[in-house]
C-alpha cells in the first residue's frame, strides 16, 4: 500500500536534530502496523501537489504550526485536493491540521478555541463504531498540540469521539475521509520538548498541565491500527 504524506510543515530545525521530521515520524507509525506500507512526501509547503489523487492508495495531511484560515498560497489548493478525493471517493485521514482542513473543505468552520491550547494528552470519548475501528474501544488517550478546532462540523460528517475540551475530535465523512485532532505520530519525548520549546506561546499553566500529563498512556499505536485498516478497506461503514 503507497500512502501519500501531504506535508505542511516541518519539525522546527532545533527538534528535527534530535527526533527527525515529520515524514519519518509518520513512515515509524505506520510501518509498525503495516511494514509494506510505502509512504511518498509532497511538501505542499514548497508548493509541491500531486498531479492526481490516484498517484496513491490512500493520503495523509499532516498537522502544521499554520491555521486552516492562514493566507499561504498552498491552502487554496489543499482544500480542492480534498474536495476531490472526497467526490472520487478516496481514502484521506487529517491529522491535526489535517482534521482541520478537511471540515474547512467540506464547509464547517475552523477557529481559534476560547479552550486555549491542547497540549500533551488528551483523553478521549468514543461516540461511533465503525467496523475499522478493531480493536474497539470506548475511549482513547493521544497526544495533541493545537488552539484551532472544528467548530461547526460539515453536514456529511459524523463525530466519531470527542470531549468537553474538543467536542469534535474524531470526525468520519462518509466512507472515505477521516479526521483526528490529535497526533498518532508524536511520542511523549517529543511532545514534551514542543512544550518546552513553545512554553512562552503556549503559557506557563498550561505547559506545566500539559508536560504533567505525559505520566498517561499514549495510544497512538492503536490509532496508527485504526488509520491502516481505514485506509485499507474500500468500504467503511458503520
Not at 500500500?1 to 519539525?11: A, E, P, T
Not at 472520487?88 to 481559534?112: D, P, S, T, Y
Not at 511532545?191 to 506561546?201: A, T, V
Not at 491500527?225 to 474500500?234: D, E, G, P, S, T
Request: net charge negative; proline share 5%.
Amino acid at each position: 500500500m503507497n500512502i501519500g504524506l501531504l506535508l505542511c510543515d516541518d519539525v522546527h530545525p532545533k527538534l528535527q536534530k534530535i527526533y527527525g521530521n515529520y515524514p519519518e515520524m509518520f513512515a515509524t507509525l505506520l510501518q509498525q502496523v503495516e511494514p509494506s506500507i510505502e509512504l511518498t512526501t509532497w511538501r505542499l509547503i514548497d508548493m509541491e501537489f500531486p498531479s492526481s489523487v490516484d498517484e496513491c492508495d490512500g493520503w495523509i495531511i499532516s498537522g502544521s504550526k499554520h491555521g486552516a484560515n492562514d493566507d499561504l498560497p498552498w491552502i487554496a489548493p489543499l482544500e480542492a485536493f480534498v474536495r476531490v478525493v472526497f467526490e472520487q471517493k478516496k481514502k484521506l485521514v487529517g491529522i491535526c491540521f489535517g482534521h482541520q482542513i478537511i471540515a474547512k473543505a467540506l464547509g464547517g468552520e475552523v477557529a481559534r478555541s476560547d479552550k486555549g491550547w491542547g497540549v500533551g494528552i488528551s483523553d478521549n470519548q468514543i461516540y461511533e463504531h465503525p467496523f475499522w475501528m478493531k480493536p474497539d474501544r470506548d475511549n482513547f488517550k493521544l497526544l495533541v498540540s493545537h488552539q484551532d478546532q472544528v467548530l461547526d462540523v460539515p453536514e456529511m460528517g459524523r463525530i466519531i469521539a470527542g470531549s468537553v475540551f474538543c467536542p469534535a475530535y474524531m470526525i468520519q465523512y462518509d466512507d472515505c475521509l477521516l479526521g483526528i485532532q490529535g497526533h498518532p505520530e508524536f511520542f511523549r519525548e517529543f511532545s514534551k520538548s514542543l512544550m518546552s520549546l513553545r512554553r512562552d506561546l503556549i503559557g506557563k499553566q498550561t505547559t506545566e498541565i500539559g508536560l504533567k500529563s505525559l505520566s498517561k498512556a499514549h495510544e497512538g499505536a492503536l490509532v496508527a491500527q485504526w488509520m491502516v485498516q481505514f485506509l485499507r478497506n474500500n468500504t467503511t461503514h458503520f
